[in-house]
């Protein structure tokens, strides 16, 4: 089955730097690479996501690149925020337009200094 | 629009006791799910519903059960509860061929003492 490595498992930056999450996988099958933000005591949100036929893709501060030939992805976060400290948790997915697997990371937790 | 909601939100049991956790989606999502999460571990599949009247196993089936309701209702439940099951569960659905965008649930805290 798909296995989904993250690291720095904790990530400390001060406020206004950049943090940088590298995951990778291991099915060239995975087509769809969710990451979720998961605030203290909250439930994991979606964030941004990356399908496989796009190599990088943004939203505001946060973005996401993937090189499909490596089978890596990483979520890059510019200008941080206090707000932005949480866990992150990348996954990648793998299917066929029905149901697809998703496997999760085990996670990064991030904490910004201010 | 609740979105996911499950209950309870705590819970205490003692070693061998049962009980189920609970999960509802108002959003017309085919497909439902319970993950746990354990430090370290990040969020691991028990058991999943691709769509009404179907279960499958997950990476950690063991020592659970599910029952796909109907379509807006998936159900956990811990029949003999054992030390090793306290945990935070999450229930999550997302819409059949999306993608998988999951929306998760609250979650339930659990001690098994």
């Known amino acids: 089955g798909e296995n989904v490595e993250q690291h720095p498992s904790t990530l400390s930056v001060q406020e206004g730097d950049s943090a940088v999450i590298k995951c990778t996988y291991s099915?060239?099958?995975?087509?769809?690479f969710p990451w979720y933000k998961q605030e203290l005591g909250k439930r994991p949100q979606l964030i941004i996501d990356?399908?496989?036929?796009?190599g990088e893709k943004k939203d505001q501060r946060i973005a996401v690149t993937l090189n499909k030939t490596a089978k890596h992805f990483s979520l890059h976060i510019t200008e941080t925020q206090p707000e932005d400290s949480a866990v992150y948790f990348c996954?990648?997915?793998?299917?066929?337009?029905?149901?697809?697997?998703?496997?999760f990371g085990i996670g990064t937790k991030l904490q910004v200094i201010p | 629009n609740a979105g996911v909601t499950q209950t309870p939100k705590f819970q205490v049991l003692k070693t061998g006791q049962s009980m189920t956790l609970q999960c509802a989606q108002d959003?017309?999502?085919?497909?439902m799910y319970w993950y746990r999460q354990d430090p370290g571990m990040g969020l691991r599949l028990i058991y999943y519903?691709?769509?009404?009247?179907?279960?499958d196993k997950g990476e950690v089936p063991n020592g659970y059960n599910v029952s796909r309701l109907n379509k807006r209702e998936f159900s956990l439940r811990l029949e003999s509860a054992a030390p090793s099951q306290t945990s935070v569960y999450f229930c999550?659905?997302?819409?059949?061929?999306?993608?998988?965008?999951?929306?998760f649930g609250s979650g339930t805290q659990l001690s098994v003492l």
């Open positions: 999550a659905s997302s819409v059949l061929g999306s993608g998988e965008k999951l929306f």
């Open positions: 099915d060239s099958a995975s087509n769809y």
């Open positions: 990356i399908r496989s036929n796009v």
């Open positions: 996954a990648a997915s793998m299917g066929s337009g029905g149901y697809q697997k998703v496997t």
């Open positions: 959003m017309n999502h085919n497909s």
């Open positions: 519903s691709a769509s009404e009247g179907t279960t």
